[in-house]
């Protein structure tokens, strides 16, 4: 079994499109993604840049991201970008994976918008596990971790430009591989021990850090 890990920018749609604002308040302008084989090794890569089709780029999302209104001109909007992405993925059984669960929620909201139905789509969503939401738990804290934390916290580097979707979604995935191997994940919960003092003890098993149907999704 693949895994995907995947990874989002947005802009916000234009105060003018009050109905479409209802159903999504953003649009998505860049996806990146990365695919791990059976071996949890990155295999390939996916970015591209999305097209809105509600308003421009801010500013602040500019300033954020780097990505301007005259490098989405001729991007693909949502509909084509989806579908580019989905013949990326291939056939292959495959789980998502996300930092939060947040660009989960903003392609439901995005395919309501717009009216894209995929069925391989929306399989993908209902495989989704959130990452930042695993670490938390398996480190014991009460606050979710932000991934340039984790990345520091782990002390590989951030490889890339952060706010970049292809940057993120490949910090994110070396942060699986992290957490799935347990010798690694132990050196990682050791320092953050040391920084951000966890509520409670860990017991070093991946089993505790999984559900059952989660480490059957890994064993694969």
Not at 99 to 115: H, M
């Amino acid at each position: 079994m693949q895994k995907i890990v995947i990874d989002l920018e947005f802009s916000p749609i234009g105060k003018a499109y009050r109905e479409e604002r209802r159903v999504s308040k953003n649009e998505i302008i860049q996806i990146g993604a990365v695919k791990l084989d059976d071996a949890n090794s990155i295999v390939d890569s996916f970015n591209l840049l999305v097209k809105p089709q509600y308003g421009e780029i801010t500013e602040r999302v500019t300033e954020l991201t780097h990505i301007t209104n005259e490098m989405v001109e001729k991007a693909p909007m949502f509909t084509e970008a989806m579908e580019t992405f989905l013949q990326w993925i291939g056939e292959e059984e495959t789980v998502f994976y996300a930092w939060s669960e947040n660009d989960e929620r903003q392609i439901r909201k995005e395919c309501r918008l717009k009216g894209y139905e995929n069925k391989k789509l929306q399989a993908l969503l209902e495989s989704s596990e959130d990452l930042q939401k695993i670490f938390t738990n398996s480190l014991g804290l009460e606050r979710a971790m932000s991934l340039q934390t984790a990345i520091e916290i782990g002390n590989i580097g951030f490889d890339g430009q952060a706010h970049s979707a292809d940057s993120d979604a490949h910090n994110t995935a070396v942060l699986y591989q992290i957490l799935v191997d347990e010798e690694m994940f132990r050196g990682f919960y050791d320092v953050a021990l040391d920084l951000l003092a966890p509520k409670e003890s860990l017991s070093f098993s991946l089993g505790s850090l999984f559900t059952a149907d989660m480490m059957a999704k890994i064993a694969c």
